[in-house]
């Protein structure tokens, strides 16, 4: 099928499977690996797309499903897509509405003609279709749509995996058929297949041969030992064209998108950053701080030294420990914003690390700032690394 996208790869990792790239969409280049935030409502919560955008970021997600259901339809078409709409000349990535069959589980039925779902806010019935989740994503104009897929939670078994597998499949020909604006929206494959290796393969064989402009990794991140997470990651990565970007999908703690970018993931995203915020809980390249906590409250220093965002530029630990504490909005949103610009950070050091052939000596600085003792170290992410030519504990 028509790509609108190009993706070039300027540097290898010599020793694990991490790449830099440069992915190129009708708005704008996209450096990778990238996470993406998500801005479920055509915003991430608590930020405006401007300040989203003064962070440098080149890629968010805005979710089919919830557009599909407000605004709707018709006024992201008056609207004239989803860019305009909310003010964001950057490039936008929307997932299908297929999640929501796990999220909303109790509110969807399954079928193969497509998902009924009813509306949380009302009870009235939506029924999402491959056919009509690619018109609502041709209607948010968004530069990366996804596939409609069958999406079961990580912790299935039995026949209903291989089932949603070739579901997905014979969905994604679907979307592709309706798909109408190939010239400037890339529609991306699902590979699916639960924590089965052989049905993984088979799908990522069929879905190849759809020739898609990229692919993602689906029905991870769901509650899964972490040991089988990285080993179907790093399964669907070997098999997968290596001329294309590969995404795994709702992967955002820190450890993981290391782990997952030496693995071979060009794209990730997650809700993680600006829902731990909500609770007080700011990022770093020391761990988690709980801002909450009451020895914050003389600290006068920035979230994190060294982080250039403007919420450590301007505020301190202090300020922003009383307004957590009583739950004003500010610290949310301020907290919000330190967590975003952290994971992108991240992001542009690994490419850096990737760029000059440094990224197995980063991935131990990093492991031993964020972890401290080697003890601490999850043994996932240490069996994980091994596979790929990185001893943590050497």
């Not at 305009?84 to 490039?91: L, S």
């Not at 499949?169 to 190939?182: E, F, G, N, P, T």
């Not at 610009?341 to 690390?353: D, K, P, T």
Request: some cysteine; glycine content about 8%.
């Amino acid at each position: 099928m028509k790509s609108a996208l190009t993706f070039e790869t300027y540097a290898r990792c010599s020793t694990t499977k991490g790449r830099a790239s440069i992915l190129t969409l009708p708005h704008g280049p996209v450096n990778t690996p990238v996470f993406m935030p998500v801005g479920t409502q055509g915003t991430l919560k608590g930020m405006t797309p401007q300040q989203v955008k003064d962070m440098n970021c080149q890629i968010m997600l805005n979710n089919t499903y919830h557009l599909g259901l407000k605004p709707g339809q018709e006024i992201l078409d008056e609207a004239g897509g989803s860019h305009a709409f909310q003010k964001w000349n950057g490039n936008l990535l929307t997932d299908s509405g297929g999640f929501q069959m796990v999220s909303l589980l109790k509110l969807a039925e399954i079928t193969e003609e497509g998902v009924q779902f009813a509306s949380p806010h009302d009870g009235s019935l939506m029924m999402l279709t491959p056919e009509h989740s690619m018109s609502l994503q041709n209607s948010i104009g968004a530069d990366i749509m996804m596939q409609l897929d069958d999406v079961i939670s990580s912790l299935t078994t039995g026949p209903r995996v291989e089932e949603a597998m070739w579901r997905s499949v014979r969905w994604l020909d679907r979307c592709i058929a309706s798909h109408k604006r190939q010239d400037d929206q890339n529609l991306f494959a699902i590979i699916q297949g639960g924590l089965d290796p052989e049905l993984r393969k088979k799908c990522v064989d069929e879905m190849v041969k759809r020739n898609t402009p990229g692919y993602a990794v689906g029905g991870l991140s769901g509650g899964e030992e972490k040991d089988q997470f990285w080993r179907i990651v790093s399964l669907c990565t070997d098999l997968l064209p290596k001329n294309k970007p590969i995404y795994c999908m709702g992967v955002g703690y820190a450890e993981d998108l290391v782990v997952c970018t030496a693995l071979g993931v060009d794209m990730f995203d997650c809700v993680f950053p600006t829902r731990t915020a909500r609770f007080g809980n700011a990022l770093t390249m020391k761990g988690t701080v709980a801002l909450k906590s009451g020895k914050h409250s003389s600290n006068f220093g920035p979230i994190e030294e060294g982080c250039d965002c403007s919420t450590c530029k301007n505020y301190t630990r202090s300020y922003i420990q009383l307004l957590v504490t009583t739950k004003d909005t500010v610290g949310c949103h301020l907290v919000s914003i330190h967590n975003v610009a952290f994971q992108l950070r991240l992001m542009r050091e690994m490419q850096e690390a990737i760029k000059r052939d440094e990224f197995p000596a980063w991935i131990k600085q990093f492991f031993a700032g964020y972890f401290g003792d080697q003890s601490k170290y999850p043994v996932w992410a240490v069996n994980a690394l091994q596979s790929v030519g990185v001893d943590l504990t050497a």
